[in-house]
Structure formats: structure tokens, C-alpha cells
Nanobody
Framework: EVQLVESGGGLVQPGGSLRLSCAAS????????MSWVRQAPGKGLEWVSC????????VYTDSLKGRFTISRDGAKNTVYLEMNSLRIEDTAVYYC??????????????WGQGTQVTVSS
């Protein structure tokens, strides 16, 4: 059974940091590019970032460059999203997803259940 389980969300003040984790199982994690996608209240899905499966190259949506960092640990089958200088507008449910592959340009094959991030004073 394929599973993507996110964790690490919560309530944080503006300017704070959070580190999201996504533990993968049931598929060949090392073969899949992995992405983070978010959905703010009342809005559609927004792609955040992707990390490749072969060379760990990363891409980000332009508005988040410099604040968010994606990484992966093959030994733990886990992908991370380090979020710094958080803003109120970063409030959203954050999903991890496995891209269909072989690059970050493909759509998503597997999704996690999401973790809530709330940025508020």
C-alpha cells in the first residue's frame, strides 16, 4: 500500500520557521521526484517545490525562493520542506506528492493527506 504521511505542521507566529516531513512507503521512493503542494483557505492548489529523483536538483515557485528549502533522505524515504520567515499568507494545508516522473515536470501519482500550517500572531 502506498503511503505518504506528512507531519510537522502547526501554529507559528509570523517570521517563524517550521520543518515539514513526509514519510513515504509502498513504492520505490528513490525513483520518484517529490513535490510539495499547498492549498490556502478558499483557494486552489499551488505547487510549492520539487526535488528530482536522480541528482537532488530542486525547483521552487518564484514567490517562495529563498524562504523554503526542499530536501530528501533516501535512507529514510522522507522528503522535507524547511520553511523560514513564514508569513500569514503561507497559511495552508501542505501536501507532499510523488511526481509521475521521471522529472519534476510530470504530474502527481501519489498524494499524502496533508498537514495544516497556520501562521498567525
Amino acid at each position: 500500500e502506498v503511503q505518504l504521511v506528512e507531519s510537522g505542521g502547526g501554529l507559528v507566529q509570523p517570521g517563524g520557521s517550521l520543518r515539514l516531513s513526509c514519510a513515504a512507503s509502498g513504492f520505490s521512493f528513490s525513483s520518484y521526484p517529490m513535490s510539495w503542494v499547498r492549498q490556502a483557505p478558499g483557494k486552489g492548489l499551488e505547487w510549492v517545490s520539487c526535488i528530482s529523483s536522480n541528482d537532488d536538483s530542486t525547483v521552487y515557485t518564484d514567490s517562495l525562493k529563498g524562504r523554503f528549502t526542499i530536501s530528501r533522505d533516501g535512507a529514510k524515504n522522507t522528503v522535507y520542506l524547511e520553511m523560514n520567515s513564514l508569513r500569514i499568507e503561507d497559511t495552508a494545508v501542505y501536501y507532499c506528492a510523488a511526481n509521475e516522473g521521471p522529472t519534476c515536470l510530470q504530474g502527481f501519482e501519489y498524494w499524502g493527506q496533508g498537514t495544516q500550517v497556520t501562521v498567525s500572531s
